[in-house]
């Protein structure tokens, strides 16, 4: 993919997501807080499995 195109891709996601950010915002920090429940189980997940391996 040339630069060019890497740059209009980048722009219009920031694009979408702040059209959807301030048309949609609780639905927007609904999704912000599934998203970091999903990353904080995932990461939970690790550290058990790690303290689970090593002790």
Same mark, same amino acid.
């Given at each position: 993919?040339?630069?060019?195109? =890497? =740059? /209009?891709?980048?722009? $219009?996601?920031?694009?979408?997501?702040?059209?959807?950010? /301030?048309?949609?915002?609780?639905?927007?920090?609904?999704?912000?807080?599934?998203?970091?429940?999903?990353?904080?189980?995932? $990461?939970? $997940? /690790?550290?058990?499995?790690? =303290?689970?391996?090593?002790?």
């Amino acid at each position: 993919m040339s630069s060019g195109l =890497k =740059k /209009i891709v980048v722009v $219009a996601v920031v694009v979408l997501v702040l059209f959807f950010l /301030i048309t949609q915002p609780t639905q927007s920090a609904d999704l912000v807080h599934r998203v970091l429940g999903w990353l904080r189980g995932g $990461a939970e $997940a /690790i550290v058990t499995f790690f =303290k689970t391996l090593f002790a």
